[in-house]
Each structure stands twice: as structure tokens, then as C-alpha cells.
């Protein structure tokens, strides 16, 4: 083994020079015993071969085999022509298949070369040809259903990396073997013609050189012809029963004889009428004599097969059993129970349409679009979202789970689309009353006939996947931050490490820990600040870090450095950044009630107060969004934390910034004055 490559090497270069330099019939009749010997060895190793690429040296090895069996053609053809001799391999062959009458042997060697080029060849090389088609075709299929496989949880990044590899394998494999059928094909052309040769050959030189009566050269050189013909398409026969196997167990999953018992022999009922049939025929002049055993064979075959499912049946349900005792009595079934998903999205039966490919339900694809997008937009690797059905839900119901608890959910209707006003409603609009998901906006399921007229009217029409991606969206960036945690955060402090080491080495664990760091990316992404660029965070926090460690501040100062990001994710572009600010009284009322409890500044203010403010703030926020502008409230550096945390669950839509966070470069308007 150790030296396998060099004897490789030699061997080919061997078989090149067979074609050349004459050869004793000693030699020539233990090189054509190894050629049956190699090729009985392929053909019985591609019989027992469960997967293709198990034998995917195979193409190679037929180009090798078909090399080697011409250059013992070139051999026996000199032979047979210079000394009318080729040893007692093909004598031996030639005599066997004549058994004294030239005319019957050579019409065996030509059913044998049908047999060889029409039938085997050319089938197998056709159905190389599609595998190697279809092959292609379906690549793209594949390495989307991997990646789905991979976004749903089922599979890991090595087993999708592994996928991969082996759909490429397959695919040069079915291209390979596509071209190595023609050497087959090319091999029995070349074969008739090379016996063509030798007896046209042979006859001549027999008479003329020779001086053998033309009786004597015919039968002579034909029986040698002949045996050269068998002894060189025997083999090739075996190779292209091999390369037909191999090219057809596609979609096998065990050996030949595996699949062929399994699959023809297991239906019990099958035999019986068989038996009956076969029995049946007794009755013609046929005879009881030639039936009944056969007959008598097929019927204790099929009574056996259907005792051996049955005891199958049985010893399963056993096994079954017993493996569902050992895992109730296994301490670890216990915590497995214990793991909790960190996003589920759970849906009726109703809604299988939406996840299942082959009914054309794109969702997968959608999914992996979703966190190519948080990524992106917050700078977050969400983590996988298992997409699961649940019979409890109601068929067209959908819920979104985070760590396990549900936080969002919807209903759908399949074969409509939701038609979203644009403002103010149409009344020849008519559909289902419900509302967007996503946003809680009005909005009607209008059926096909509805659905052009009110994208004509203005309306804003979208198919269920687009609702369901669009709510899940949402949510996903609403609770970010619940996403984060320390695990997470080391995974994209590790990755940053691959670029930018110092910055990383500088922070953990010299400055803050991974906790604390943790802590200040989730307050980013709590109020919707995108985490992607990791070396300003990590910078401010490697100088702010050395003063105090306290989340609340360090989250302040990253927020100030990242000014220019965030003015340009809340911003229109071509327009200025429109803001609402505190009337000075307000602002002066919400100073006065700044509170210092447990290290944390918070709004103290009496509820009337408080629902006041609220109630303006929303009618502000609400005039911008009608303009499509996000709504901000600007406030004063020491205000800006506690306002967010004061008004996070009344208005939890409004970004607050602070004068510290305007971005220099940005033009900055009133959007509104919230007073009393």
C-alpha cells in the first residue's frame, strides 16, 4: 500500500510498452488470466458497492483496464500472425467454442459482440450520459435544500460543508463516468475489427507465406482469431456489466443482492400468484413434471418471506419498547428536556404550503434572507430558527417563540394577499377585516379578483410569505438583545479577532469583562443601534472602560461615538434628520424629576403628568410617521436615558437621542414641540 502509486505508475507504463516489444505466449497467457482476474474483481466490487462514490476510482480504472486489454490484443494479434500460435489460453478458448465446427464458433463470437456493443455498451453509456445530466441540473436544488436543512437546525456547518462536498464529488463522478463509457464503446468497435484482422490477416499469410492449404489456414487462424476475440470480450463484457451497475444504483441504499431480495422477493402475495400461475401451466402440454417444482418453490419461498416479516414486525416492536424503557430510565432523557430554543416559529397545518418546497413554499429561503438581513442592518448572527408544526395551534395560526415563551403570533389566509390602505380607505376594496402583524395597521385579505384593483387604487398588497417574513423581521429586532448573551457576544468578539486582535486583546480581559461588554452591545441593541461596527465599540470602551465600569455610562459614550451611524440609520436620505424636542418648561419639569436609585437615573413624575406627556408625544411621533420619517425625540445628554427608560412601554416606537449624538455633518429640523 505504502508503495501502491509507484506500482501504478509502472503498470501503466508497462501496458504501453506491451504494444511495442513482442511478447513470449508464456507471458501473454498469465497477463490474459489477470485481465480476467481484474475484471471479475470490478464487476463483483461494483455488485456490493451501496454508494457510487464508494467506487469512484472507477472511471479511471476502466480507461487503465481498456488500455491494458488492447495492448493484449496488439500482443496476440503478433502472434497469432508471425508464429500462428498464442499460447493455450486462447487456443484453449478458440477450441472450446468451435468444438470443430469453425461456422458455429464464429456466429458465437458474434452474438457475443451483439450482445457486448448493442445491448450493454450502448445502454450503459446512455444512462451515464443522463445520470451526468441530471446530475448538473439538480445541483442548484441541493445546495438550496442544504442550506435550508442548515438554517432550520437539522443539520450542522460540518455536515453541510460535507453535503457539499459530496453533491460536487457526484457531480465530477457522473461527468467522468460519462466519458469513460466511450472507451468501453470504442473497445468493442475496436475488437471486431481487430478479429476482422486477424482472420482476414491470417488467411493470407497462412497460404502465401505460410504455404498452408487454404482449408488448413482457415480453420487455423480462425479458431485463433476467435479465442483472442472471447479472451479479450469476456472482460469487456464484465466491465460493461460493471459500468451499467455502477450508472444505475442512483438511488440504491445497500448492495446488489441486498436490494434485489429485498425488493423483489418481499411480497409474499406476489409469490403466491406466481405459484399459481406456474402451477397453472401444468395443464398444457408443458407437463406437471417441469411446473410443479418450480411451482412448489415459489410457494415455500413466499410462505417463508412472510414468517420472516412477521418475526421482523415483532422483534421492532420489541426493540421499540425496550429502547423507550432504557431512554425513560437514562438520567440524561432528563435534561435534554431541559434545552429551550432561542427563536421557534410554530405554525398550524394549514400553513405547511408556506415551508414545504415542493408545494412552492419559499420560507426557507426567506429565513436565510432574514438573517443575512439582521446581520447587516444590527450586526447580529441571529441564531437558528427551527420551523416546526404544531397541531395545537388552529390551521392557519402562527406563533414566534423566543427562549421558549411566546412573543408574537398571527393567522393567515392562504390564496389571498393583505391589502394595506394607504391611508384612506377605498369602499370598493372588499375583503377580510384584520390587521397587519407586523405593525397593527388595518388592513383587509383580498382574494385573487381583488387583488389588482387595489394595487391599482393605491393599496399595499402583499402575499402571506411576505406578512410572515416581514412580522418575523420585526420581532427579531425588537428582542435583539434577548439574542445576545455571552456566548454570542464571544463568538463575534472571536471573529473580530481574526482582523483586528489588538482591539479585542486591548478590552478582554485587561479593561472589562466579556459580561460587561456583553451588557453594553445589548443596551445598543435594545434601542435598535446596530452592533456591526465592533472596533469603535470596542475602542470607546478600551478608553471609558478605565474610568468606570458602570453599563449605563459606557453605553452612553459608545452611543456618542457612533453619532454619524446613528443619525444616518434614523435619517431619510436626501432629507434632514426631523426631530422632536422637550418644550423648555417640560424638559426643566423632567430635570426636577431626575431620580438616582441604585446607581440608575430614572423619571419620577406624577401620572397625570406623565400620561400628558405620553399623549403628546404620540401625536407627535404620529404626524412624522405619516410623512414616512421615523420619530425622534431629542433630549438633553443627562435626560436621554432615563426619558428612553421612561417611556419604553407607553411609546416604544420613539428613538431618543441625545444633542451629544447629532452627527455634525447631518442637517437636523423640527418635527414637532411636545408643551403643555
Not at 476510482?57 to 496476440?76: C, D, E, G, K, Q
Not at 468497435?189 to 499469410?205: Q, R, Y
Not at 412477521?310 to 432504557?326: H, L, M, N, P, Y
Request: hydrophobic share 50%.
Amino acid at each position: 500500500m505504502k508503495r501502491s502509486d509507484l506500482v501504478i505508475m509502472i503498470g501503466v507504463i508497462g501496458i504501453v510498452v506491451m504494444m511495442v516489444i513482442p511478447m513470449s505466449r508464456g507471458l501473454l497467457d498469465v497477463l490474459l488470466i489477470i485481465n480476467l482476474f481484474v475484471s471479475m474483481t470490478v464487476l463483483l466490487v461494483s455488485m456490493n458497492t451501496k454508494e457510487p462514490l464508494d467506487f469512484s476510482v472507477f472511471p479511471s480504472l476502466l480507461l487503465i483496464t481498456t488500455l491494458y486489454r488492447l495492448a493484449l490484443n496488439v500482443s496476440s494479434t503478433r502472434l497469432i500472425l508471425t508464429q500462428h500460435d498464442a499460447g493455450a489460453v486462447i487456443q484453449t478458448f478458440g477450441e472450446f467454442v468451435t468444438s470443430g465446427n469453425i461456422v458455429v464458433g464464429f456466429i458465437v463470437f458474434l452474438i457475443l459482440v451483439i450482445i457486448q456493443f448493442i445491448v450493454i455498451t450502448r445502454g450503459a453509456e446512455r444512462v451515464a450520459e443522463v445520470a451526468a445530466r441530471f446530475t448538473l441540473d439538480a445541483m442548484p436544488g441541493k445546495q438550496i435544500a442544504i442550506d435550508a436543512d442548515l438554517n432550520s437546525g437539522l443539520i450542522t456547518e460540518q455536515e453541510a460543508r460535507q453535503r457539499r462536498q459530496t453533491i460536487e464529488r457526484e457531480a465530477d463522478f457522473y461527468g467522468a463516468m460519462d466519458g469513460a463509457s466511450k472507451f468501453v464503446k470504442g473497445d468493442a468497435i475496436a475488437s471486431m475489427l481487430i478479429v476482422a484482422i486477424n482472420v482476414i490477416g491470417g488467411f493470407i499469410i497462412g497460404m502465401v507465406v505460410n504455404h498452408m492449404p487454404w482449408n488448413t489456414a482457415a480453420s487455423t487462424y480462425t479458431v485463433l482469431s476467435v479465442g483472442d476475440g472471447l479472451v479479450s470480450q469476456i472482460p469487456a463484457l464484465l466491465l460493461s456489466t460493471a459500468t451499467g451497475l455502477m450508472v444505475t444504483r442512483a438511488a440504491s441504499e445497500a448492495n446488489l443482492g441486498s436490494d434485489v431480495i429485498q425488493q423483489v422477493f418481499s411480497f409474499p402475495r406476489t409469490l403466491y400468484i406466481v405459484a399459481a400461475a406456474i402451477f397453472l401451466l401444468g395443464f398444457t402440454p408443458i407437463g406437471f413434471v417441469l411446473t410443479v417444482p418450480v411451482s412448489a418453490g415459489a410457494l415455500l419461498l413466499g410462505l417463508s418471506v412472510s414468517r420472516a416479516a412477521r418475526r421482523a414486525q415483532a422483534q421492532e416492536a420489541e426493540q421499540a419498547v425496550r429502547s423507550e424503557q432504557a431512554q425513560t430510565k437514562k438520567p440524561e432523557s432528563v435534561l435534554s428536556l431541559l434545552s429551550v430554543e432561542p427563536i421557534e416559529f410554530e405554525f398550524g397545518y394549514a400553513l405547511v404550503p408556506l415551508v414545504d418546497a415542493k408545494q412552492g413554499g419559499d420560507l426557507l429561503d426567506r429565513v436565510v434572507m432574514i438573517r443575512r438581513q439582521m446581520a447587516l442592518e444590527l450586526g447580529l448572527v441571529i441564531p437558528v430558527i427551527r420551523l416546526r408544526d404544531n397541531v395545537q395551534l388552529k390551521p392557519s395560526e402562527y406563533v414566534i417563540k423566543i427562549r421558549g415563551t411566546e412573543v408574537a403570533g398571527g393567522e393567515l389566509m392562504l390564496g389571498h394577499w393583505l391589502a394595506m390602505s394607504p391611508g384612506v380607505d377605498d369602499p370598493s376594496i372588499v375583503g377580510v377585516p384584520t390587521k397587519d402583524p407586523a405593525f397593527g395597521l388595518p388592513a383587509l385579505w383580498v382574494g385573487p379578483e381583488m387583488r389588482s384593483k387595489a394595487e391599482m387604487v393605491g393599496y399595499t398588497v402583499v402575499d402571506p410569505g411576505s406578512v410572515v417574513a416581514t412580522h418575523l423581521t420585526e420581532v427579531l429586532k425588537r428582542h435583539a438583545h434577548e439574542l445576545l448573551g455571552r456566548q454570542e457576544t464571544k463568538a463575534l468578539l472571536d471573529n473580530l479577532k481574526t482582523t483586528a486582535p489588538a482591539v479585542v486583546e486591548d478590552v478582554i480581559p485587561n479593561v472589562l469583562t466579556l459580561g460587561q461588554v456583553q451588557r453594553v452591545l445589548e443596551n445598543l441593541l435594545q434601542e435598535k443601534v446596530s452592533i456591526r461596527d465592533l472596533v469603535t465599540i470596542l475602542e470607546t470602551l478600551a478608553d471609558v472602560g478605565r474610568q468606570t465600569k458602570d453599563p449605563d455610562v459606557l453605553t452612553e459614550q459608545v452611543r456618542q461615538a457612533l453619532a454619524r451611524q446613528i443619525c444616518h440609520q434614523f435619517r431619510v436620505p436626501g432629507q434632514p434628520l426631523s426631530v422632536i424636542t422637550f418644550a423648555p418648561p417640560v424638559e426643566e419639569r423632567l430635570s426636577e424629576a431626575l431620580v438616582q436609585q441604585e446607581g440608575a437615573s430614572f423619571i419620577g413624575l406624577e401620572p397625570a403628568l406623565s400620561q400628558q406627556i405620553f399623549k403628546r408625544v404620540r401625536e407627535e411621533s404620529a404626524k412624522l410617521t405619516a410623512l414616512g420619517k421615523t420619530p425622534i425625540l431629542l433630549t438633553h445628554p443627562q435626560l436621554r436615558l432615563p426619558v428612553r427608560r421612561w417611556m419604553a412601554r407607553y411609546v416604544p416606537d420613539v428613538a431618543v437621542l441625545s444633542y451629544n449624538e447629532l452627527d455634525p455633518a447631518v442637517e437636523v429640523e423640527s418635527g414637532g414641540v411636545v408643551n403643555l
